[in-house]
């Protein structure tokens, strides 16, 4: 089974800080995808990335950026973390054929104070 | 307004009883996707499907692409179902687009 691994369970940060997310996988899964999640909205695209090196914005990126320099790790950067950001952050990965199923990541529960 | 629409936000049952949920959708889709997140945030793929139904022990999954409508049932529901179902949809490509959920709760 692919496994996808993020990093932080749960995590408290400063306003103005530079936030790291990361997630990994093991399996040679080609696409990448980093959601949030907020109460009565569902998850939201933030960014994802089809190869490495390779990314596309999601439906909200503002404030946000990613990275990806080896296929297996996928990182979500806040470059300056807003209280806004409060979320709980979701790392997902799928083969990259139209309609094969997606793995998640277990959450990062991310709170900016 | 969201493409997809999950009814219903939440619903309660008794141990036991037989559960559906919901999910429609606004245009033509390539797959809809049901997932499970329990407390705690991990989410799994429950099912994946474009046409007919699928049956995986005590869930059943069934699409009409004619309706755009799908449902989830649960079967003789037990309090380790209780959870968030999420319904999501793709269009062709890798992306998925989510409904806001049903949380579930199943009483002992």
């Known amino acids: 089974d692919v496994k996808v691994t993020q990093s932080s369970r749960y995590l408290v940060k400063r306003t103005g800080e530079k936030v790291f997310l990361e997630c990994v996988q093991d399996m040679d899964h080609e696409n990448m995808f980093w959601y949030r999640q907020d109460p009565g909205l569902g998850l939201r695209l933030i960014y994802f990335s089809y190869d490495v090196k390779m990314k596309e914005k999601g439906d909200i990126p503002e404030g946000y950026s990613v990275s990806r320099e080896k296929k297996e790790r996928f990182s979500l950067i806040l470059e300056s973390a807003s209280t806004n950001q409060t979320s709980m952050y979701l790392c997902a990965t799928d083969l990259g054929l139209a309609n094969y199923g997606y793995t998640f990541g277990s959450g990062t529960r991310l709170t900016v104070v | 307004k969201n493409e997809v629409e999950q009814s219903p936000q939440n619903l309660t049952a008794q141990e036991g009883e037989f559960i559906t949920i919901n999910c429609s959708y606004s245009v033509g889709i390539s797959a809809l996707h049901w997932l499970q997140q329990h407390p705690g945030g991990g989410i799994v793929s429950l099912f994946m499907l474009s046409s007919g139904k699928k049956k995986h022990g005590r869930l059943i999954a069934t699409i009409n692409i004619q309706e755009k409508h799908s449902s989830l049932h649960i079967t003789a529901s037990h309090p380790r179902d209780s959870a968030v179902y999420i319904c999501?949809?793709?269009?062709?490509?890798?992306?998925?687009?989510f409904g806001t959920g049903t949380r579930l709760q199943v009483f002992p």
């Open positions: 999501a949809v793709s269009y062709n490509t890798d992306k998925l687009i």
